[in-house]
């Protein structure tokens, strides 16, 4: 399953960039990031898992589905790039991915034996209201952000063109 999920990961992100029609890469965006939710279960961080898919596969894709949808641009194919911005594109990808790799390689990974967090009630509820090593408060407001930038993103897709 894992090399399914990276094979999908892998495939749907080349066609989202390279994809000249928009709705086509909002919906390669949306099976990438329900592939890397897979990816999360399967590692069993469902918590992780599904903040994947209701805050990115559920709120932020569909929003740029729907804004597209509302407009006339749903038609429309995005310009062929030059070759110059394929060029700075392809240098910075094998960059990045070289970067990754050789990070990765490096890092010298141990196995770790830590206890079970509590679950009940109180525990939990301190851990969604705090802002320490293990709270949740932080997290959900950068992600309120996140949803407010997207939601402003998608309010500029969706208004016409004046020209």
Same mark, same amino acid.
Do not use: W
């Given at each position: 399953?894992?090399?399914?999920? &990276? &094979?999908?990961?892998?495939?749907?992100?080349?066609?989202?960039?390279?994809?000249?029609?928009?709705?086509?890469?909002?919906?390669?965006?949306? @099976?990438?990031?329900?592939?890397?939710?897979?990816? +999360?279960?399967?590692?069993?961080?469902?918590?992780?898992?599904?903040?994947?898919?209701?805050?990115?596969?559920?709120? !932020?894709?569909?929003? !740029?589905?729907?804004?597209?949808?509302?407009?006339?641009? /749903? &038609?429309?194919?995005?310009?062929?790039?030059?070759?110059?911005?394929? @060029?700075?594109?392809?240098?910075?990808?094998?960059?990045?991915?070289?970067?990754?790799?050789?990070?990765?390689?490096? +890092?010298?990974?141990? %196995?770790?034996?830590? %206890?079970?967090?509590?679950?009940?009630? %109180?525990?939990?509820?301190?851990?969604?209201?705090?802002?320490?090593?293990?709270? +949740?408060?932080?997290?959900? %407001?950068? @992600?309120?952000?996140?949803?407010?930038?997207?939601?402003?993103?998608?309010? /500029?897709?969706?208004?016409?063109?004046?020209?």
């Amino acid at each position: 399953m894992f090399f399914l999920f &990276a &094979a999908m990961i892998v495939i749907f992100s080349v066609l989202t960039v390279t994809s000249r029609k928009i709705l086509r890469a909002a919906t390669f965006l949306l @099976i990438v990031l329900v592939s890397t939710a897979g990816l +999360y279960f399967m590692l069993r961080f469902n918590f992780l898992a599904a903040i994947q898919l209701t805050l990115y596969a559920g709120g !932020i894709v569909v929003l !740029i589905i729907f804004s597209i949808l509302l407009t006339s641009q /749903i &038609a429309d194919k995005l310009e062929q790039p030059h070759l110059m911005k394929k @060029i700075y594109a392809a240098f910075t990808a094998i960059i990045g991915g070289g970067l990754c790799i050789v990070t990765i390689l490096q +890092y010298d990974f141990k %196995e770790k034996m830590m %206890e079970a967090p509590a679950t009940d009630i %109180e525990s939990v509820g301190q851990a969604l209201i705090s802002t320490g090593k293990y709270g +949740y408060a932080l997290p959900f %407001e950068v @992600i309120s952000i996140l949803l407010l930038a997207a939601m402003v993103g998608s309010i /500029i897709i969706a208004k016409k063109r004046k020209d």
